[in-house]
């Protein structure tokens, strides 16, 4: 079972990133998936997760309106846009997966998750 981040960097306020977790070694399509991230000395906190078929969303307050999380079952990914990003979104993101028989269920709990992929950071500079 493998899930790779890619996709941080170093940006500047207001601009854009595309996170992207492939993944590989377990049915994809049979699992929910969630982005987290966890900045210096914080806890790791939800941002989005996505449900089996794709079909439901949900957000942290803090991403609402400026990320979206979209998943391709054909290619094993899912995917984090991220809008608009502020200083405060500096961390490290980490995708999840979680599987359920539920089509239409996305998970915000980190425990509830199965597997992790590595991380990848994100710095938003001011």
């Known amino acids: 079972v493998q899930l790779q981040a890619s996709g941080g960097g170093l940006v500047q306020a207001g601009g854009s990133l595309r996170l992207s977790c492939a993944a590989s070694g377990f049915s994809f399509s049979s699992y929910a998936l969630g982005w987290f991230r966890q900045a210096p000395g914080k806890e790791r906190e939800f941002v989005a997760g996505?449900?089996?078929?794709?079909?439901?969303?949900y957000y942290a307050d803090s991403a609402k309106g400026r990320f979206a999380i979209s998943r391709d079952n054909a290619e094993n990914t899912v995917y984090l846009q991220m809008n608009s990003l502020k200083p405060e979104d500096t961390a490290v993101y980490y995708c999840?997966?979680?599987?359920?028989?539920?089509?239409?269920?996305?998970?915000?709990?980190?425990?509830?998750?199965?597997?992790w992929g590595q991380g990848t950071l994100v710095t938003v500079s001011s």
């Open positions: 996505i449900s089996r078929s794709g079909g439901s969303t």
């Open positions: 999840a997966a979680k599987y359920t028989y539920n089509t239409a269920t996305y998970y915000i709990q980190v425990k509830a998750y199965d597997y």
